[in-house]
């Protein structure tokens, strides 16, 4: 009898990899943005320290807010999906058996054996059996608002502490420049980290992730300048 080896999938990791990587992102992107803007309207360094300090604060409980609310929804719409799968099972258990096997017939088994495959299944879990196949609906893949809230706060403020630290450390002269090249790094970093424990290219989620931080930072720092010269 062959040995049964683990395989390692990632799509537990979507829902925590996706709600870190956007906070994370947005921390340091924002951030950045932020301070560059600031620093290009020639505030003082205390200035810039306390918008950028601002910025994250508000970011991060921005970022918490709407986190919590989309995958809410997303929450309450599966649960309305299950509670109306489990009243049409108490219903008419033999219709869900056929519609459970129409399902494995359309996905390729021989109607016999399909049908063999829905009845054992809801046997043993009708409802985690029509949730899976007929909803879409999984464990590793369920929407939980919390977990995605505080994971995209605490990324997002990690992301923003980042460009804060180093603006911090460097004289306001040189404040632009330097944030501005560390952040850069910081992005590709991220981006390739994501990518890789995602399964995907390292050297595209890098590029990817760098290209719109730079655009954002620029436009932002190009902002900062036209209306600090102005105002």
Same mark, same amino acid.
Not at 25 to 43: K, Q, W
Not at 100 to 115: F, H, M
Not at 173 to 199: I, K, Q
């Given at each position: 009898?062959?040995?049964?080896?683990?395989?390692?999938?990632?799509?537990?990791?979507?829902?925590?990899?996706?709600?870190?990587?956007?906070?994370?992102?947005?921390?340091?992107?924002?951030?950045?943005?932020?301070?560059?803007?600031?620093?290009?309207?020639?505030?003082?360094?205390?200035?810039?320290?306390?918008? =950028?300090? #601002?910025?994250?604060?508000?970011? !991060?409980?921005?970022?918490?807010? $709407?986190?919590? *609310? /989309? &995958?809410? +929804?997303?929450?309450?719409?599966?649960?309305?999906?299950?509670?109306?799968?489990?009243?049409?099972?108490?219903?008419?258990?033999?219709?869900?058996?056929?519609?459970?096997?129409?399902?494995?017939?359309?996905?390729?088994?021989?109607?016999?054996?399909?049908?063999?495959?829905?009845?054992?299944?809801?046997?043993?879990?009708?409802?985690?059996?029509?949730?899976?196949?007929?909803?879409?609906?999984?464990?590793?893949?369920?929407?939980?608002?919390?977990?995605?809230?505080?994971?995209?706060?605490?990324?997002?403020?990690? =992301?923003? #502490?980042?460009?804060?630290?180093? !603006?911090?450390?460097?004289?306001? $002269?040189?404040? *632009? /420049? &330097?944030? +501005?090249?560390?952040?850069?790094?910081?992005?590709?970093?991220?981006?390739?980290?994501?990518?890789?424990?995602?399964?995907?290219?390292?050297?595209?989620?890098?590029?990817?992730?760098?290209?719109?931080?730079?655009?954002?930072?620029?436009?932002?720092?190009?902002?900062?300048?036209?209306?600090?010269?102005?105002?």
């Amino acid at each position: 009898m062959p040995t049964r080896h683990p395989e390692w999938h990632r799509t537990d990791r979507i829902g925590w990899l996706r709600a870190a990587v956007l906070g994370a992102n947005d921390g340091i992107v924002s951030t950045a943005s932020l301070v560059l803007g600031v620093a290009a309207a020639e505030a003082t360094h205390a200035g810039v320290m306390v918008a =950028g300090i #601002a910025g994250l604060v508000a970011g !991060a409980m921005s970022m918490a807010a $709407g986190e919590y *609310v /989309s &995958v809410r +929804s997303q929450a309450d719409s599966e649960r309305a999906a299950l509670d109306l799968e489990r009243a049409e099972l108490a219903a008419d258990d033999p219709g869900e058996v056929r519609e459970l096997t129409a399902i494995y017939v359309s996905r390729g088994l021989d109607p016999t054996l399909a049908g063999q495959v829905a009845r054992q299944l809801m046997a043993h879990d009708a409802l985690g059996a029509h949730a899976r196949d007929e909803l879409g609906i999984s464990e590793a893949q369920s929407a939980r608002p919390i977990q995605a809230a505080f994971t995209s706060a605490l990324a997002f403020g990690i =992301g923003a #502490a980042l460009p804060l630290v180093v !603006a911090a450390l460097v004289p306001l $002269g040189s404040l *632009v /420049s &330097v944030v +501005s090249a560390t952040s850069l790094v910081f992005l590709a970093l991220l981006g390739g980290l994501a990518a890789r424990v995602g399964g995907a290219s390292v050297t595209k989620g890098a590029l990817r992730v760098t290209f719109w931080g730079a655009l954002a930072m620029g436009l932002t720092a190009g902002v900062g300048k036209v209306f600090g010269t102005v105002v």
